[in-house]
Structure formats: structure tokens, C-alpha cells
């Protein structure tokens, strides 16, 4: 009886004390995502600007590049005013010019917005003073060069002054290269995008950009400065693809092959949130025969807009149409890690 009562007590606290620990935790293996091939379509002329989704292997966007000039950024602190840089925008400051009058350009010195998208060199720049809660413009005028269309015809100049931002709408002033035909316009912000976007031609036409938490990549055209032997800059139209800048972010390999990047090297990978951090060299430009051929030994980690990891590659940038090989058709795979 001794006996059962001692298997009885020692059964009792083996079974407290079992109950007093946590069953080991099942640890689910990181499954990456089917390989995803994709074609967007530029045209041979690059004419289009597309809004990409890696999450969905989606186009979250898309439109005609020249159709906005003016993006005015849109987060609640957001002040800046960028030049659409994918028709060669550029601009210059007019010392000492009172706005409606003939512009001269005489000794102007023409600059171009950052392609890595850095704030403190934008051309128009800190346009303001701040006076209480109101950002007051400093009443100097800008001469916008329009840049090019598709086909390369030049789509005009124009006075601009930013006037003011308050509550968050921005209020700025267009006139024409001569002077003529002043406008006063304004144009307010939306929290769900990255910036408004303005038409000079068409100014009361809605350009639309995409929720910045609907795209990843932007395949476009878009100025950027490179650099002579010698190390002179020059500005120079390319086509490739831009980040968003809301939280995406980028790390390139050209050592590791495709198949050997897991979720595991990604987290270890150094990244960067420039916006041309995938840029244009993914291709060459074959002067021989005037071709353009991919580097599928790039290798890009994308963090997307969700925090997700994608290894990405470029494998052509031309498509067969009518019997014909047509550049502008950037075809590429990609993996979710």
C-alpha cells in the first residue's frame, strides 16, 4: 500500500511539473513564392511611364510621360516640388526678374533634379520662408524648361513662382517665356500618394499617380548625370526603373546566381532606399550594331512596400510585334523569398 502511494505522488509530480513548461514551438520553414516572369510595355519610343506591384505581378499605373510637369510632394510635412525628369525637365533661377515680364537666360545656369531622388538638390530647392504654421514662397521666379515629348519635339518654357503652403494646399504662379498670360493655380495635397501631379498644358486635367502602397517600381524614362574620361558631368535621358520611394528599397548582387539567393542572404544584404538604386545598367548599349543587351548576372533584392523580399532579374528588353523586333518591351523574373 506504502508502495502505491508513492507511485501515486510521484506520478502527480511528474505531471506538475511537465505542465510547468511550454511545449517547443513548431517552427514553419520559410516557403518562398512561385518564379514570376513579367514584359512591361515602354514602346519603342518610351513613351509611357508603368507602375509596377511585385505582391500582385500587377500594373498599378500607368500613363503617357509627358502628359504632368510638376509633382508636388504629398506627405503632411512634405514641401517639395519636383520637375518631371522623364521629359529632361530642367530649371533656372532668374535673379532679380519680376515675374511677367520677357525672361533672359543669359548666363543661366540650367539644373537638373537628382535622379537618386536626394532632397537637398532639387532644383527648385527651398522656395520658402516659414512664418508661424505658413510656408511663405521667397517671391523668386523660376524658368521651367519643359523638356521634350516622345518625339523629341521641345514642349516649351515657363515662369514659375511658388507662392505659398497652407493647409496643405500649395499655391504657385505660371506665365509664359515672354511674360505673358500670367495664371494663378493651386493645387492641394493627397495623404495616399507620394505627389500631385500637374499639367501645364492641361492644367485642369487630374493626373493621377498611384497609392504609393499600391507600386513598387517605376519603369521609365528619367534624366540622370554621368560623367565624361575626364569627369565632366552631362545630363543624359536613360530608360530604367525607379523606386518608390515610401518604404522600398533595394541591395544588388552580381556575384551570386539566381538560383543561390534565399531569404536568408537577403536579410543579410546591405540595401539602399536611392531611387535609381536599379536605374539603367542593366543593359548595354552595343554602339557596333545598335542594340541594347541585358546583364541577367545583376541580381536585384527588392523590400517591397510590405516589407517582403523579392530576388529580381532583367532577361530581355526587346519583343517580337508584327514580324519585328521592338526595343522598349523590358521583360524580367523574379521570386517572393
Known amino acids: 500500500m506504502l508502495r502505491l502511494f508513492q507511485s501515486l505522488i510521484l506520478v502527480s509530480m511528474t505531471l506538475m511539473f511537465s505542465s510547468c513548461f511550454k511545449e517547443d514551438e513548431t517552427i514553419t520553414a520559410h516557403v518562398p513564392g512561385n518564379f514570376i516572369t513579367d514584359t512591361v510595355a515602354l514602346t519603342d519610343n518610351y513613351q509611357y511611364q508603368i507602375y509596377y506591384n511585385l505582391y500582385?505581378?500587377?500594373?498599378?499605373?500607368?500613363?503617357?510621360?509627358?502628359?504632368?510637369?510638376?509633382?508636388?510632394?504629398?506627405?503632411?510635412?512634405?514641401?517639395?516640388?519636383?520637375?518631371?525628369?522623364?521629359?529632361?525637365?530642367k530649371s533656372t533661377y532668374l535673379d532679380g526678374h519680376v515675374f511677367g515680364t520677357p525672361a533672359d537666360t543669359t548666363g543661366a545656369k540650367w539644373l537638373f533634379n537628382p535622379s537618386d531622388g536626394s532632397a537637398d538638390s532639387l532644383v527648385i530647392g527651398n522656395w520658402f520662408?516659414?512664418?508661424?504654421?505658413?510656408?511663405?514662397?521667397?517671391?523668386?521666379?523660376?524658368?521651367?524648361?519643359?523638356?521634350?515629348?516622345?518625339?523629341?519635339?521641345?514642349?516649351?518654357?515657363?515662369?514659375?513662382?511658388?507662392?505659398?503652403?497652407?493647409?496643405?494646399?500649395?499655391?504657385?504662379?505660371?506665365?509664359?517665356?515672354?511674360?505673358?498670360?500670367?495664371?494663378?493655380?493651386?493645387i492641394s495635397k493627397k495623404s495616399d500618394v507620394n505627389h500631385v501631379l500637374f499639367s501645364i498644358s492641361n492644367p485642369t486635367t487630374v493626373v493621377s499617380e498611384p497609392l504609393k502602397s499600391s507600386w513598387d517600381l517605376l519603369f521609365s524614362q528619367?534624366?540622370?548625370?554621368?560623367?565624361?574620361?575626364?569627369?565632366?558631368?552631362?545630363?543624359?535621358?536613360?530608360?530604367?526603373?525607379?523606386?518608390?520611394?515610401?518604404?522600398?528599397?533595394?541591395a544588388v548582387d552580381s556575384v551570386t546566381s539566381f538560383d543561390n539567393i534565399n531569404f536568408?542572404?537577403?536579410?543579410?544584404?546591405?540595401?539602399?532606399?536611392?531611387?535609381?538604386?536599379?536605374?539603367?545598367?542593366?543593359?548595354?548599349?552595343?554602339?557596333?550594331?545598335?542594340?541594347?543587351?541585358?546583364?541577367?548576372?545583376?541580381?536585384?533584392?527588392?523590400?517591397?512596400?510590405?516589407?517582403?523580399?523579392?530576388?529580381?532579374?532583367?532577361?530581355?528588353?526587346?519583343k517580337f510585334l508584327n514580324s519585328r523586333l521592338k526595343k522598349?518591351?523590358?521583360?524580367?523574373?523574379y521570386q517572393k523569398l
Open 56 to 89: 500582385d505581378s500587377a500594373i498599378a499605373g500607368s500613363n503617357i510621360r509627358s502628359i504632368w510637369d510638376l509633382g508636388f510632394e504629398s506627405s503632411p510635412s512634405g514641401w517639395r516640388v519636383i520637375l518631371n525628369s522623364s521629359c529632361f525637365m
Open 129 to 186: 520662408t516659414v512664418e508661424g504654421n505658413d510656408t511663405l514662397g521667397t517671391n523668386r521666379v523660376l524658368l521651367i524648361d519643359r523638356g521634350v515629348d516622345a518625339k523629341g519635339i521641345s514642349r516649351g518654357f515657363k515662369q514659375l513662382v511658388v507662392d505659398s503652403l497652407k493647409n496643405g494646399t500649395y499655391y504657385f504662379r505660371l506665365a509664359a517665356f515672354n511674360g505673358t498670360n500670367p495664371q494663378s493655380f493651386s
Open 328 to 333: 522598349g518591351y523590358p521583360s524580367f523574373e
Open 264 to 318: 536568408e542572404k537577403a536579410q543579410s544584404m546591405v540595401f539602399s532606399a536611392k531611387a535609381d538604386g536599379i536605374g539603367y545598367d542593366w543593359k548595354k548599349y552595343n554602339f557596333d550594331d545598335g542594340s541594347y543587351k541585358v546583364n541577367s548576372k545583376i541580381i536585384y533584392v527588392i523590400r517591397d512596400t510590405k516589407g517582403f523580399y523579392y530576388k529580381f532579374r532583367f532577361k530581355d528588353f526587346y
Open 222 to 250: 528619367y534624366t540622370t548625370l554621368l560623367f565624361t574620361d575626364t569627369g565632366i558631368p552631362y545630363p543624359y535621358l536613360l530608360t530604367g526603373v525607379i523606386l518608390n520611394p515610401s518604404l522600398v528599397m533595394v
